[in-house]
């Protein structure tokens, strides 16, 4: 979490779609944005184990592991 926003890595049919939300006010949530991460080649990150710390979401793919900074998910959202 940051701030105002959580990122969120999608569910059971979309696993490898992730979720950028907005909280308000209330006690709803807004979808800022929806994405799909890619690997250092341009190909689809398909993870095979994904943890949160703080404010990034960690994906383990292959033997690799990489990290998804919500600061840039904001900023790349334009949020």
């Known amino acids: 979490m940051h701030h105002r926003h959580v990122l969120f890595a999608g569910?059971?049919?979309?696993r490898d779609t992730y979720?950028?939300?907005s909280l308000d006010d209330g006690p709803q949530a807004c979808a800022a944005?929806?994405?799909e991460l890619i690997d250092e080649d341009g190909e689809p990150l398909r993870a095979a184990r994904i943890a949160g710390r703080g404010d990034t979401l960690y994906l383990l793919s292959g033997?690799?592991?990489y990290a998804c900074d919500i600061h840039r998910a904001i900023s790349e959202s334009g949020r």
């Open 33 to 35: 944005a929806s994405f």
């Open 63 to 65: 033997r690799r592991i």
């Open 19 to 21: 979720h950028l939300l």
């Open 11 to 14: 569910g059971y049919r979309h």
